[in-house]
């Protein structure tokens, strides 16, 4: 029996994403070089750390190259979170090294960066490759977390590469995977190993973009899903006139989805990480400013409203940093013994016992499940799992508790009750809009196009976004030149620079212009499900970041 497809993903799969004009003879280009980049900062650092990669130029693609060269095997792998588009990257590869040699073959390394390592790969053929196209997820050959970093691991993806003849590696991935990217090129690289690695910009997160980058790929479509929601829930909100909905959104440890939300939303309050960081605002002001707004609408007898609250808040307020920073340390340094304990009220008092003095009496009172929350397992690269801690839950109950001793003191009139949600999971395989169906499928059109010159430690770059695609541009940028050395489990790290929200850039100010008066006055937007079909306007909308940006 064939297998069943939706009606919308039949048709869909027959769309023709669109390519920068550069591209659409094909990923044979011309290239023209810019003048070496150095890296963003701790340049000298870099250059050491990365001889054979650094200092390179940037590339510029246009339209008419060579013509068709030698057929070229390459390998893709997905790392990390999902992010919708992620097979649109790959079908623009397939597509990329056909049209630079019909006989090229792809291969595609299962479950992420192991699959490198385990010699565990799938060839992709134009069957399988049509059944993906334009499809969400990254089921078609899996992702993982493994980090790429120890050279046992580089050799043995060198032994599995030239036994399937592959020239070329494409890793899509985050500010993470584009730094083992970079590192497992740099090995290459210095030991004449034949393998380019390439690199594509993804995460849901936003946060890969600097300079040269102008966004992930991802960010797009997964903030439309959220927005949709976000806006079907302040309908309701506004219906039922009786619920204040707490919201945590996806995005590690950058505000981006939470400010683009908030930007397609309009909610009553929004809080942005970065900003608690700069302000040094401690949860308790936190608390605060939420409670100071439910009052003033509760005045206006609207007990009701919608708050976001970005998924890695917990490690920007201070006092919970010096927090998480010790129970890192904690827990790196007694794992055995802090895993060997069954109950949890006996973990908690045994972190405790090896906390400072303030980070015990922050964490003391923390309710329980936050506490246990805090303690659970880091991810590959040292990450705490933001998206297991829940902070909606925390500042629902902490409000409540703030505006009945408001309440007390004849502060408050209103009633308040809480809905909690968490936004993550379902926007990360979403369908990708028209703008990540284009954008993925150029970044990979254009990395077999960076195959085709002959770099190596590059990522695929396509700009001027804010535009049609008729007016998108192509090229590389020098993976070295996005780094910068970060202090990391105890070591200096060369590392691809995470992008924050940025307080003094147009998207933010916008926010904060204007967050005043939709937390009292109820403006809500509704912006409603991606389309796929119909007026422009609609269907090939950029996010509210990229407009304003490029304003
Ligand atoms: P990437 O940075 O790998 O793209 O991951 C993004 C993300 O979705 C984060 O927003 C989230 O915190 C994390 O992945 C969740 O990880 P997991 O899928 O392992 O639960």
């Known amino acids: 029996m064939s297998k069943m497809i939706s009606p919308l993903q039949q048709v869909r799969s027959e769309y023709a994403p669109k390519l920068p004009p550069a591209l659409r003879s094909g990923a044979s280009v011309k290239v023209e070089k810019g003048a070496p980049l150095a890296a963003f900062a701790d340049a000298e650092k870099i250059a050491a750390l990365f001889p054979s990669t650094s200092n390179m130029p940037d590339l510029k693609f246009s339209a008419g190259g060579a013509g068709e060269g030698k057929p070229v095997n390459v390998a893709v792998i997905l790392s990390g979170g999902q992010a919708p588009g992620g097979h649109n990257v790959i079908a623009g590869i397939y597509d990329g090294i056909k049209s630079l040699n019909k006989a090229s073959r792809m291969f595609g390394f299962k479950g992420g ?8 790969y799938v060839e992709i053929t134009d069957e399988f490759m049509n059944e993906y196209r334009n499809t969400g997820g990254f089921d078609m050959i899996g992702s993982g977390r493994t980090k790429l970093e120890q050279v046992e691991q580089f050799d043995k993806g060198a032994v599995n590469c030239k036994a399937l003849g ?39 997160d936003g946060d890969l973009k600097n300079k040269f980058i102008e966004t992930s790929f991802g960010f797009d479509t ?18 039922a006139k009786k619920y204040w909905h707490f919201i945590k959104l996806m995005g590690r440890s950058a505000s981006h989805i939470t400010l ?11 809080i942005i990480s970065e900003e608690v960081a700069a302000k040094k605002q401690t949860l308790s002001g936190i608390v605060d400013d939420l409670a100071k707004i439910v009052a003033k609408r509760a005045e206006n007898k609207e007990n009701f409203g919608v708050v976001l609250v970005p998924e890695g808040l917990i490690e920007f307020i201070p006092e919970m ?18 895993n060997a304990i069954a109950k949890p009220e006996d973990k908690i008092a045994y ?15 923390l309710p329980t499940a936050i506490q246990l929350q805090l303690s659970m397992d880091r991810d590959p690269h040292g990450n705490v799992q933001v998206s297991l801690i829940e902070t909606e839950k925390l500042l629902a109950q902490l409000v409540k508790q703030r505006l009945s001793a408001m309440k007390k003191e004849g502060k408050y009139v209103g009633k308040f009750s809480s809905q909690t949600h968490f936004f993550g999971y379902e926007g990360r395989c979403a369908a990708p809009s028209n703008f990540d169906a284009d954008y993925c499928y150029s970044l990979g059109f254009n990395a077999a196009a960076i195959i085709g010159s002959g770099a190596t430690a590059y990522m695929s770059y ?24 970060e202090h990391r489990h105890g070591a200096d790290k060369p590392v691809i620079k995470k ?7 147009a998207p933010f100010k916008f926010f904060a212009a204007n967050r005043g008066d939709w937390a009292v006055n109820t403006s809500f937007v509704y912006p409603g499900p991606i389309q796929y079909f119909g007026p422009s306007v609609v269907c090939d909308a950029k996010t509210e970041t990229i407009k304003l940006e490029h304003q």
């Open 113 to 120: 960066p192991s699959g490198l390592v385990d010699n565990d």
């Open 166 to 204: 592959i020239s070329a590696l494409v890793i899509i991935g985050g500010d993470d995977s584009n730094t083992n990217a970079c590192l497992l090129a740099e090995y290459y690289k210095a030991k004449n190993i034949p393998i380019q690695v390439i690199g594509c910009p993804k995460t849901i």
């Open 222 to 239: 997964a903030s439309k899903v959220y927005s949709e929601l976000i806006g079907n829930i302040s309908r309701d909100a506004n219906s």
């Open 260 to 270: 683009e939300c908030a930007l397609k939303t309009h909610v009553n309050a929004a």
């Open 321 to 338: 940093k010096v927090l998480i920073g010790e129970l890192n340390d904690v827990l790196a340094a007694n794992a055995d013994e802090f």
């Open 351 to 365: 972190i405790s016992g090896k906390l400072s003095a303030a980070s015990a009496s922050v964490y003391a009172q």
């Open 462 to 485: 396509v700009g001027n976004l804010a535009k049609s695609a008729d007016e998108w541009t192509a090229g590389a940028v020098p993976l070295t030149a996005m780094m910068n050395v």
């Open 499 to 505: 992008a924050l929200v940025e307080l003094d850039d």
